[in-house]
């Protein structure tokens, strides 16, 4: 193999986004010390709107276009994402050639006053971004007022500070990442809140001409990781999965064997649908496929679509 000379990573140039850019390049720097690394930081059409939900202006795909527009046009070599961010059909031209090994893949409960959801009363406001966390909230905790919460982790940080939530729910991965740990209350069970496919892995983007980079990036590539992330994604693939709907994928991999955990509900939680099934690691992309469809058969795409009519 080549050692390449120069790398430019694609990056958003939020704290959580450029830390993770810097994360991979200096995995890239150690495995290649003679190769010079730069960072392109850039804004997005998601970073830049910030008044209403993502389900309303058009979903992931807003937060990783400007960065694949630069990996096109060969302003940049590679793309980090959060793999939660990155839409489950990535358009045509580009593909993922590493999935590094995953973080945190829960979601966090902070608060300034309360020590957990439980001791939340009643009308307590929630902040999240999120349909699948308002759904799980929802039907578990029908007495609290769930309210939209966009903007980088900081952002979000200081409209509770301010007093205009009294909870918020936030990926633990992106805190501990920004050595905000100690904000957390208590990391949700995915009993309580199952996470959104590929939560807490980091994804490395490039366009699908450039196969020069498909070995010099396989090392940061996790396996199990990417096995799950994998089958999470398989899933919500089949379910049309985008953040317009409250859609959930948890896998985890024992001894060679995958357990992937699916879920589809109405975000006001009238309806929460769940399955899940086991397989193993080398069918990670049927197990999903095959988890979507013992939801589709409980009713999931008549909820998606009555979810879809409603916007």
Not at 143 to 166: A, F, M
Not at 195 to 219: C, F, K, V, Y
Request: hydrophobic share 40%; net charge neutral.
């Amino acid at each position: 193999m080549t050692t390449p000379k120069q790398l430019v990573i694609a990056s958003r140039e939020s704290a959580l986004a450029m830390w993770q850019a810097e994360h991979i390049k200096s995995r890239l720097q150690t495995l290649y010390p003679e190769c010079k690394i730069e960072i392109l930081g850039m804004t997005t059409r998601g970073d830049q709107i910030l008044d209403k939900t993502l389900s309303k202006i058009g979903g992931k795909g807003l937060f990783i276009k400007e960065l694949e527009q630069a990996l096109q046009d060969g302003r940049a070599d590679l793309a980090v994402h959060s793999i939660k961010d990155v839409p489950m059909i990535l358009p045509e031209g580009f593909t993922l050639a590493a999935i590094s090994e995953r973080a945190n893949p829960f979601d966090a409960f902070v608060s300034n006053q309360y020590h957990n959801l439980d001791e939340l009363p009643q009308g307590a406001v929630v902040g999240t971004s999120s349909l699948r966390r308002e759904a799980q909230l929802r039907a578990r905790y029908p007495h609290l007022n769930i309210r939209p919460l966009r903007g980088n982790v900081q952002t979000r940080l200081s409209k509770l500070d301010n007093g205009e939530y009294d909870a918020v729910i936030l990926a633990a991965a992106g805190l501990q990442r920004l050595g905000l740990e100690k904000r957390i209350r208590v990391i949700l069970s995915p009993f309580d809140s199952l996470p959104a496919a590929g939560q807490g892995a980091l994804g490395i983007e490039i366009a699908s001409h450039r196969l020069d980079l498909l070995e010099t990036l396989n090392p940061l590539n996790h396996a199990v990781t990417n096995a799950c992330v994998t089958a999470e994604r398989a899933l919500a693939r089949a379910l049309d999965g985008s953040c317009q709907v409250p859609l959930a994928a948890y896998c985890t991999e024992e001894q060679g064997m995958l357990t992937l955990r699916g879920l589809v509900g109405h975000p006001d939680g009238s309806v929460i649908l769940q399955a899940q099934a086991q397989a193993p690691i080398a069918y990670a992309d049927a197990l999903g496929r095959a988890v979507a469809k013992k939801l589709i058969d409980d009713g999931a795409m008549e909820v998606i679509q009555a979810v879809l009519n409603e916007q």
